[in-house]
């Protein structure tokens, strides 16, 4: 059980870290700065922009909005805002596969929006961490009509259905297997070991008797 629950924990966290998210925010300014990576951040940072060396110290675009607080894992609003600041980085080709290669227009794109009082919906994915200096990464941007636009996660439900539908699958194809292949090779060896354990068996009681004969003797 406690394997099992830090199975689930685990896979939960990474899903919750990797899967898109979706904020209505409205943005307030943006920042250039320079990072130093160290052990523990360094594995929340994709890697260096397109194109340029991938280093411990590089410069970090960040975004900085205002957005509504939620609550049940952001499906519930309030009305009351709260500061969140996201890294803007590119995600290349490899992981995560976002396939991220505008890093650089989207910046300019909220250097103009800064001050006004657009809100936007804004796709990203990871965690903000203040203490660790770890910001979710600004996937994409778009305009919306206010603060309370609802926006349907589509491809996190999709992800699901089919994860379920892959999990029950792989599940009813290995009972199968385990019944066709596994089960009969455990029967025939569990009926082998039947059989050697009652050939050892009355060779053991033959030995006993022999011996008694000569006992008797």
Do not use: C
Request: no cysteine; net charge neutral; aromatic share 16%.
């Amino acid at each position: 059980m406690i394997f099992r629950v830090s199975v689930f924990l685990i896979v939960g966290l990474f899903l919750h870290y990797m899967l898109p998210q979706h904020d209505i925010v409205r943005v307030t300014s943006t920042e250039i700065i320079r990072i130093d990576f160290g052990g523990l951040n360094r594995l929340f940072y994709a890697q260096a922009d397109s194109g340029n060396f991938d280093n411990l110290t590089r410069d970090l675009r960040l975004i900085y909005t205002e957005k509504r607080k939620t609550f049940l894992l952001g499906f519930v609003q309030r009305d009351v805002e709260e500061v969140m600041v996201y890294r803007n980085e590119d995600t290349g080709w490899i992981w995560p596969p976002y396939f991220k290669f505008d890093s650089s227009n989207l910046q300019a794109e909220m250097a103009g929006a800064e001050g006004d009082d657009q809100w936007y919906s804004i796709t990203h994915y990871g965690w903000r961490i203040a203490w660790a200096s770890i910001y979710p990464n600004a996937v994409a941007i778009r305009p919306v009509d206010g603060p309370d636009v609802r926006i349907i996660p589509w491809f996190n439900i999709f992800f699901f259905v089919f994860l379920i539908v892959a999990i029950v699958t792989v599940r009813a194809m290995w009972n199968q297997f385990r019944e066709r292949k596994v089960d009969p090779l455990l029967d025939s060896a569990g009926d082998r070991l039947d059989e050697v354990q009652a050939g050892v068996a009355e060779r053991r009681s033959g030995l006993l008797r022999w011996l008694n004969t000569w006992r008797k003797k």
